[in-house]
């Protein structure tokens, strides 16, 4: 090796070095699972669109979103979710048509798992039902609206769908737990609802962000759960019973109320399959906590 290309490449290993070295000699910090989770969602861009993706969408933007048939033509809107609390999953959701098909003002229950992406606009879903079977599902009035957990229409949709929502359900609408609240064993109230993130393909509420008073959570974010560690207290879901400690809440992801994360984000969702596994594995501190 020559002088000239010799000296190039020893002064090429110590810039490498110097590189390596830099961060060792950096002040460190304590991460811990909030504070990880908490970066990755500021991190986030502050302005996210209702665009839905393959997966993942927050309850109150499915609310209000338009729905399309598979040939593109609008069919109306989707009125709001219905959520079976006891298996953590999203079973029908509602839809306003707004006249098309002749199907007046009447609001319809639709499978979830009937509904997919639309191919055409990011921000609308697709019915995948055609419009001869459109007109013949059953509905009801907007102002009378069933009790999925006991009514003869929950039955009717799911015999026309050929659908099992389960047998035992505990049904509760999403735009009712978004106006809900969080109490401890001793229904002391301790936070509210923000939001149910639901994953489109599977129906599976994937976490519930709750905003706890400070005495629970003293770090100014909403914090994400599992929904099973809530347990409904009455039959409309406006009131969640929060099953554990606050010492269990200290590693739970979080989320800037202003800085949503992006959904499919891969270290957020990790942190969330973290926190669910450790959920699985902790004991229930109040599973004596029955609805009423």
Not at 40 to 65: D, V, Y
Not at 266 to 292: C, E, G, I, N
């Amino acid at each position: 090796m020559n002088t000239s290309r010799k000296t190039g490449y020893l002064l090429l290993l110590s810039a490498l070095g110097l590189s390596i070295a830099l961060p060792t000699g950096a002040t460190e910090s304590k991460t811990t699972p909030q504070t990880q989770a908490a970066a990755t969602s500021t991190a986030a861009p502050r302005n996210m669109n209702r665009a839905i993706t393959a997966h993942s969408m927050r309850a109150s933007q499915l609310i209000g979103t338009n729905v399309t048939n598979a040939q593109g033509e609008d069919l109306g809107e989707i009125q709001d979710l219905v959520i079976n609390t006891r298996t953590g999953k999203v079973d029908y959701a509602v839809l306003e048509f707004g006249g098309f098909l002749g199907m007046g003002d009447k609001l319809f229950a639709y499978p979830l798992q009937q509904f997919k992406a639309s191919n055409k606009d990011t921000d609308k879903l697709a019915l995948n039902v055609d419009n001869a079977k459109l007109k013949g599902s059953p509905g009801f009035e907007a102002k009378a609206w069933p009790d999925f957990n006991r009514s003869e229409y929950r039955a009717q949709v799911d015999r026309y769908h050929a659908y099992q929502s389960g047998t035992q359900p505990r049904f509760v609408r999403a735009s009712d737990m978004l106006n809900g609240d969080v109490k401890d064993a001793n229904r002391k109230d301790i936070g509210d609802i923000e939001d149910v993130v639901v994953d489109i393909s599977t129906g599976k509420v994937q976490f519930v962000a709750v905003e706890f008073d400070r005495a629970w959570n003293p770090i100014d974010k909403l914090v994400a759960m599992p929904l099973r560690t809530l347990t409904s207290e009455d039959r409309d879901g406006t009131d969640l019973v929060y099953t554990a400690s606050r010492e269990e809440l200290k590693s739970a992801p979080v989320i800037d109320k202003n800085a949503w994360p992006d959904l499919s984000n891969a270290q957020f969702r990790s942190d969330m399959d973290r926190y669910d596994k450790q959920w699985k594995m902790s004991p229930q501190k109040t599973s004596q906590v029955k609805p009423r």
